[in-house]
Structures are given as structure tokens and as C-alpha cells.
T-cell receptor
């Protein structure tokens, strides 16, 4: 049972445009959500997170939106750059401060010049 | 500062064998988690150790085990290997207390079971 779902395996965007990556979850106990980015042959790196008490968090070009009623979150990258091309994983936790994250299957983003 | 170090980076085993993977966390980090990444499954949580104690455990069979040493280094062991155990095994560390849940991942150990 996939508790965190990323239904789009891939996304292609032109440089300078907005990239929107989506994530849905089923477990209403999740109270913390994170996005990780992964380049080939490297481990995932933390990008941005959001607590369930918020509905938006911004960090530079990256913004995460959380819609608790719809159990949906999205990552917006504006403007997209070729260096953003990577696999993006959505993750959720039901125990803030503990390390048991539930990951989605990832979305491969390709930003073309 | 040095990142999370995993060894070996690549290894090939045959069915029925056992394997031990090692992880050295970032200095000062007391929590080490292990994840299995397979195509189409994303990252799946194996277990987490904090101060030499297993604090969380995922839904993997008992063939998967781990331990943590007093210096926070961790090992995971898979016994009686099966073809389906072929995967990238990722180790992640954090300081382990209440906080953001941000994990720092190593580059992984890619295991191939023939």
C-alpha cells in the first residue's frame, strides 16, 4: 500500500518556466512533509519541508504547498534551470523528529535549455 | 565537514549468501537510518538506530538486520540473499533529536544478487 504517491514518473519543462511536481498521501497521521532531490550516483539531498500547521513554505526558487483536506502537496520551482534536472522524491513523516520517512516513487524532472 | 560514507559502493553476491554494509554518519550525528531503493518502489524504510538502539523498524523480513556502534557507525546485514534484494541501499544520518526530520544521505551501496 503506497501511502505517498507521485503519479507522474517524469516531467519535462523549458528553462525559465515553472516546474510543478505533485504528491498525494493517504495517511492522515502524517504531520511533516519533505522534498528530496537526487542526482544519478548520488544520495538524495534535502530540498525543502513543510509542517502540517502551514500551507506554504518558500525557499528561494522553491515553494512547497500543502492542502491537508485534499491530502496533496506540490513543489513549485520558479524559474526552472537545467541544473534542476534530477529525480524529486516527496516524503512524509508521522513522527516529527524521528527518522522514519515514507517516500514516494519519485518524479524525474528534465529542464531543457 | 565529511558527509555520510557508505562502503562498499558496489558488490555482487549470489543467492543464499549474506552481506554486510557499513555506514559512517556525519560527525556528531547520533541517528542512522537505512533505506532500500528499487525501481518503481522509491525508498523504503528499513530501520533506524539512535545511540546504539533500534528506534524504528520498517516492514522487512528478519533477514534484514542492523546494529549501531558506540561511535554511531552502523552496519546492516542481509542473510540468505534473494534475487529481489538487489537494490541500492542508502544510509542516512541526522542528529536524531526533535527537529525537521532532515536526513543526510550517503551515496549508497548497490547490491546485485545473482
Amino acid at each position: 500500500d503506497q501511502q505517498v504517491k507521485q503519479n507522474s514518473p517524469s516531467l519535462s519543462v523549458q528553462e525559465g518556466r515553472i516546474s510543478i511536481l505533485n504528491c498525494d498521501y493517504t495517511n492522515s497521521m502524517f504531520d511533516y512533509f519533505l522534498w528530496y532531490k537526487k542526482y544519478p550516483a548520488e544520495g538524495p539531498t534535502f530540498l525543502i519541508s513543510i509542517s502540517s500547521i502551514k500551507d506554504k513554505n518558500e525557499d528561494g526558487r522553491f515553494t512547497v504547498f500543502l492542502n491537508k483536506s485534499a491530502k496533496h502537496l506540490s513543489l513549485h520551482i520558479v524559474p526552472s534551470q537545467p541544473g534542476d534536472s534530477a529525480v524529486y522524491f516527496c516524503a512524509a513523516s508521522a513522527q516529527t523528529g524521528f527518522q522514519k520517512l515514507v517516500f514516494g516513487t519519485g518524479t524525474r524532472l528534465l529542464v531543457s535549455p | 565537514k565529511a558527509g555520510v560514507t557508505q562502503t562498499p559502493r558496489y558488490l555482487i553476491k549470489t543467492r543464499g549468501q549474506q552481506v554486510t554494509l557499513s555506514c559512517s554518519p556525519i560527525s556528531g550525528h547520533r541517528s542512522v537510518s537505512w533505506y532500500q531503493q528499487t525501481p518503481g518502489q522509491g525508498l523504503q524504510f528499513l530501520f533506524e538506530y539512535f545511540s546504539e538502539t533500534q528506534r524504528n523498524k520498517g516492514n522487512f523480513p528478519g533477514r534484514f538486520s542492523g546494529r549501531q556502534f558506540s561511535n554511531s557507525r552502523s552496519e546492516m546485514n542481509v542473510s540468505t540473499l534473494e534475487l529481489g534484494d538487489s537494490a541500492l541501499y542508502l544510509c542516512a544520518s541526522s542528529w536524531g533529536g526533535a527537529g525537521t526530520g532532515e536526513l543526510f544521505f550517503g551515496e549508497g551501496s548497490r547490491l546485485t544478487v545473482l
